[in-house]
């Protein structure tokens, strides 16, 4: 009776280690049974962030729904005043920052400190020159006062400049009142890419910390997790400006047809 | 083994939802990243040509495409367990019923003035 009783957590240990040979991590914690156990529920945990990170650009993707359906006419002759080539080339050099990261996970598994090292590096230094062009399109919209706000200028919405070769205007000229919402599609653009440039510097602060840790042999010896979770949450970055380009820029490249 | 052990399961390996973990090969990124440059390429040109009501259906479309391109390979759902498939499908399917019903509030609010 009181073998029945008192055994069973012995009894499940020693089939345990029976079933499964595996080294103890330093990393484990001693409330998750294996480490299998604290690796399913760590992705797990990353993933309940994730869908609150959904919900969250979810809010600004809804906005820009209703905002762009109400005032087309103002959204469609704002997108046109954003930078669609450093709009491309921004996508191209995020996906290659991803595509690093993704390495960068494969270099843990495969336990290749330094290869992982270089991965990272990659990562953050594509994450940077995304953000350098960021503010070199930033700088624009500074200068060409599409900043909303006292200083926002409605002009060259209401009075398109001429264009050399047709002698038309190069834009469909709006009224006073429609031009203004302009204001919104450029309020929800540094709302939505602001926040997504957010995410990005706070990445580059993680990176550069798991960097110095990878440096330290720390994801090399089995204990991957930090670097998969992170990774997790570096592509969802990369998810949100996938749906943001071609909602911000190229809403309709073909205004005079 | 006493009646306790199958139910006892620590490293989840008798759960038919346990997935063995899988290591990606960098030759699937590589693909994957093909796949996305070229993803890109082609909403910058299909921007471009004039479809009409078209042209936001099929830049969402090329940009769901290269969502679940990723989500799959570089965020590995392709390989992980049932429970994290659902918690991601779950995810996306909640954002969507959110959307559905503000939307249909919006519309009916002031029916016709779209």
Redesign the interface.
């Known amino acids: 009776m009181d073998n029945a009783i008192a055994t069973h957590p012995d009894v499940h240990g020693a089939a345990h280690e029976e079933d499964h040979e595996h080294v103890m991590l330093p990393q484990h914690r001693h409330h998750f049974e294996t480490e299998q156990q604290q690796r399913e529920a760590g992705s797990f945990g990353m993933w309940l962030f994730l869908l609150t990170e959904i919900m969250f650009f979810g809010g600004m993707f809804f906005a820009y729904l209703l905002y762009r359906n109400w005032y087309n006419p103002a959204f469609v002759a704002a997108s046109n005043q954003l930078n669609v080539t450093e709009g491309a080339i921004n996508t191209v050099i995020l996906i290659t920052s991803g595509f690093f990261m993704a390495l960068g996970v494969w270099a843990a598994e495969m336990k290749k400190q330094k290869l992982l090292v270089i991965f990272l590096v990659l990562t953050t230094i594509f994450g940077c020159a995304f953000l350098g062009v960021k503010a070199d399109e930033y700088h624009e919209k500074y200068e060409k006062h599409h900043i909303p706000g006292a200083s926002f200028d409605i002009r060259e919405f209401v009075n398109p400049p001429i264009d050399a070769k047709t002698g038309k205007p190069s834009q469909v000229p709006m009224a006073p009142d429609m031009a203004q919402k302009t204001q919104i599609f450029f309020f929800l653009y540094f709302a939505m890419t602001g926040m997504h440039a957010f995410h990005m510097i706070i990445g580059i602060v993680l990176l550069v910390w798991l960097i110095w840790r990878a440096n330290n042999g720390d994801f090399t010896e089995g204990y991957v997790a930090p670097i998969e979770n992170f990774g997790l949450y570096w592509h969802f970055v990369d998810i949100v400006w996938l749906f943001l380009f071609p909602l911000l820029y190229l809403i309709n490249r073909h205004p005079l047809n | ?2 009646e ?2 199958q139910y ?1 399961d ?4 008798i759960n038919p939802e346990h997935a063995e ?1 899988h ?4 030759i699937t ?1 590589i693909i ?2 093909g796949t ?2 070229a993803g ?1 390429l082609i ?2 040109l299909a ?2 040509v ?1 479809m009409g009501v078209f ?2 259906i099929i ?2 479309g ?2 769901s495409f ?2 679940v391109v ?2 799959l ?4 759902v392709k390989w ?2 049932k ?2 498939k659902m ?2 499908g ?3 399917f ?2 969507l019923v ?2 559905t019903m ?2 249909s509030d ?1 519309i009916s609010r002031s029916w016709g003035l ?1």
């Open positions: 083994m006493s306790h052990d006892h620590p490293s989840n390996v973990h290591v990606v090969q960098p990124y994957v990243f996305l440059l890109t909403t910058v921007a471009d004039d042209n936001p830049a969402l090329i940009a290269k969502a990723v989500i390979f570089f965020m590995h992980q367990s429970l994290i918690t991601v779950a995810g996306f909640t954002f959110l959307i503000t939307l919006y779209w």
